[in-house]
Structure formats: structure tokens, C-alpha cells
């Protein structure tokens, strides 16, 4: 047996390796200069042109580009009419902004479990939650495996609520062939570092219907429009004029950051292939590993991984989640952990929330590692991680 690197062994591989990281190269530094050389930083065509691809890539009505992921869900809760005294159903395995949105308009959030083997939010908890102050659901594309669309759909149309995908981790994937942001009545995206294509921020609105459009296109942008059909006011005077028809803010993206989504996208199908190859190797090598329990995807999900969740049977183990995780990192595989559930954070207890409601939830954190996914990894790399958990593993098995 190694000794592991935390007790005085020698490590797995000599440089570091973390759970992600973006790919940018000299086409993406190229197109993002050209633009700083030009006239327009913000405001230009960039970003008209980045969402017309958006809508091509996805094969949807609208995308409206924002500043990053959480502005597309405060915008997205905006379009769909959430405000105080609503309620908005969510999962507590997630960013904070997929719950915060709701605060942010003034309604609360309510947490459904997840489906312990899947981690997405489960339907059935979902319909559990629902009361008469239910709004809108916002179910979060976990590590990219797209959520159970059919029965949230269902559940939705059934008692007139909003369907709202997070889908900040799945750009790529495909539920049965249609490609998220085709799915639910808004999707949102974020373009983070760490995701499968990254503007440094940025983020998008998805909708096929042209009332959520006007509002995410107003919510973005001040509530200001130059649009004379919106305009309620004083005669339209001339070119310079606008009005502001509703309270909005400036989430707006540049035209910098556009330009690297722009080229990043042509090279989506690379980085999707590269991601898929990864998880293939590592569903094979952990699935062999009875002390590692590896996440299940339902049929109907293409899925394009964002994040590779391994979870630990700590009954299986003489470790803490703690001490595998330190003994990775001592392995030069640094790893993550996504996510704390969102009610245990301090302010949501002083709200009220408590510990306990989720039952699936907490107990599948407890167990739950993000290893190194992204293209840029070699295989060599990749064996390393392989190499890194079983090392682990064999060390602290029961």
C-alpha cells in the first residue's frame, strides 16, 4: 500500500491540479483585443451578436445577455412575476443565487429535497411544497445533468406556476434530443471561469415567449427603453430619447466579454467532447470502487458535466469527508465541495429555516466531493486523479 503524501509519502503528481479551469487561447485573445481596439466596449454589437448564437446554438426565441449568472436570475424571477409575499420553490444543493433571486423580490424561498441518487431536485418534493403563494420553480441543472423536465413541467402547467431552469452548470446538454434552454419558460445560464465556456462573468436569459422577453429586456437595463410601441410618456422627440417604464437595473454585459462568449462557442462541441471523455474514464475506474458512490443520470440526459461529484460511503471508510479531502490536496488533487445546503448558511437561519427539512439533501452532502473536470486536462492528469482517490481510498477502507 502507498503511504499517503499527508503522512509523509510522496504524492501522486508534483504540480498542483484543481477542479476546474477555463481554456483560453490565442483565438479567444484576439477576438476579446479587437474589440478593445474598436469603438464600443459596452452597448455595442457584440452583444446583440452573442445572443443571436445563443439562439441559433440552442434553437430558441430569445436570449437576452447579462452581466453574469445571478443577474439572470434576478431578471429571470423579475419577467416572471415574482414579488412580496410569493413563494419560490428551489433546491438546497446549490449556489446561494438560486434562492437568493426569490429574496431579492421580495418573496421567499422554499426548498425541496433531491432525489438521492440523481441530486437533482426531486418532482414529487416539489409538488409536496407548492401552497397558494407558489410562483414559480427554479430547479438547478445539477453538475449539468438536466433536472426531470417532464414531470416539473407537468407539476407547473398543473398549478400555473413558472418554470424557471437553473441551468448554470448544463449549457450543452440535451433532454431527449432538445437542448437546454429549450425547455422550460426561462433558462439561465452562467458564464463563469469554471463552466464549459466562461466571458471571465457573464450570463443569459432563455425564453420562447415574447412576454418574458420584454420584461427580462426591461429588468436588464434600467427599465429603460428606446422602443416607441413600450413608451407611455411625453411624444417621442427624436433619436436621443427614451423612458423608463420600470424599476430595472444595469446588468448589462460588455462587449469584451461578449466577444470572448462569441469564440468560446466554436469551440463548445471540443470542450463538450473532452468533458464527456473524462467522465467516461471516471465512471468506469469508480464505479469498480465500493467506497465511492458515483452520481446517476436519468436516460433522458445528453448530459455535458460541469462538475464530476464523487461521494464518499463514509460507513465503508475510517476517515472524515475532512481527512479524504486533505489527503487529496497533499496528493496535489485539489478538490471542492458543492454544495453547503443553502438554509444552513447563517442568514437563512435568521430568517427561519431550519436544519433537518431536506433530509436527502444533507445526507448526500455529507459525502459529496467535486474531483478535476475540465478539457484541459490530459490523460495523464486524469489518471492521476484516478490514481489519487483509489490511493486514498485504500488507505482509509474499513
Known amino acids: 500500500m502507498e503511504k499517503l503524501a499527508i503522512k509523509g509519502g510522496c504524492p501522486v503528481r508534483s504540480g498542483k491540479i484543481y477542479y476546474g479551469r477555463q481554456w483560453v487561447d490565442e483565438d479567444d485573445v484576439q477576438a476579446v483585443t479587437k474589440v478593445l481596439r474598436g469603438d464600443f466596449l459596452t452597448c455595442g454589437p457584440k452583444v446583440e451578436e452573442m445572443e443571436r448564437n445563443l439562439e441559433k446554438y440552442i434553437g430558441a426565441k430569445h436570449a437576452v445577455a447579462v452581466s453574469n449568472g445571478t443577474a439572470a436570475l434576478h431578471c429571470a424571477c423579475i419577467a416572471a412575476g415574482v ?76 398549478y400555473h406556476l413558472v418554470f424557471i431552469e437553473d441551468a448554470a452548470h448544463s449549457i450543452a446538454t440535451k433532454y431527449n434530443g432538445k437542448q437546454v434552454g429549450s425547455l422550460a419558460d426561462i433558462t439561465t445560464f452562467s458564464f463563469h471561469p469554471v463552466k464549459t465556456i466562461t466571458g471571465g462573468e457573464g450570463g443569459a436569459c432563455i425564453t420562447n415567449n415574447d412576454e418574458y422577453y420584454k420584461k427580462l429586456v426591461l429588468a436588464h437595463t434600467h427599465g429603460i427603453t428606446h422602443d416607441e410601441s413600450l413608451m407611455e410618456g411625453a411624444p417621442h422627440e427624436g433619436p436621443w430619447y427614451y423612458e423608463e417604464i420600470a424599476l430595472g437595473y444595469n446588468y448589462r454585459i460588455t462587449d469584451f466579454q461578449a466577444a470572448l462568449i462569441i469564440s468560446q462557442m466554436t469551440k463548445l462541441d471540443k470542450f463538450v467532447s473532452r468533458r464527456k471523455e473524462i467522465v467516461k474514464r471516471y465512471n468506469e475506474a469508480f464505479s469498480k470502487i465500493p467506497e465511492i458512490i458515483v452520481q446517476k443520470e436519468i436516460p433522458e440526459s445528453d448530459t455535458c458535466r460541469h462538475l464530476y461529484i464523487i461521494r464518499l460511503d463514509l460507513d465503508k471508510l475510517t476517515c472524515s469527508r475532512k481527512e479524504f479531502f486533505d489527503a487529496m490536496a497533499a496528493e496535489n488533487v485539489q478538490c471542492q465541495i458543492h454544495y453547503v445546503p443553502v438554509y444552513w448558511f447563517p442568514y437563512y437561519q435568521r430568517l427561519g429555516y431550519e436544519m433537518g427539512s431536506c433530509p436527502n439533501a444533507e445526507e448526500v452532502y455529507k459525502g459529496i466531493m467535486s474531483i478535476p473536470l475540465y478539457p484541459k486536462l490530459t490523460d495523464e492528469d486524469v489518471e492521476d486523479v484516478i490514481h489519487a482517490v483509489k490511493k486514498v481510498v485504500e488507505n482509509y477502507r474499513k
Open 83 to 158: 414579488g412580496s409575499g410569493d413563494e419560490v420553490i428551489t433546491t438546497p444543493i446549490t449556489f446561494a443565487a438560486s434562492a437568493n433571486c426569490a429574496l431579492y423580490c421580495g418573496a421567499r424561498p422554499v426548498f425541496a429535497d433531491i432525489n438521492p441518487e440523481t441530486y437533482n431536485i426531486d418532482p414529487e418534493s416539489i409538488r409536496a411544497h407548492i401552497t397558494d403563494k407558489t410562483k414559480a420553480v427554479i430547479a438547478v441543472d445539477f453538475t449539468g445533468q438536466v433536472v426531470d423536465v417532464e414531470k416539473i413541467r407537468a407539476i407547473c402547467d398543473e
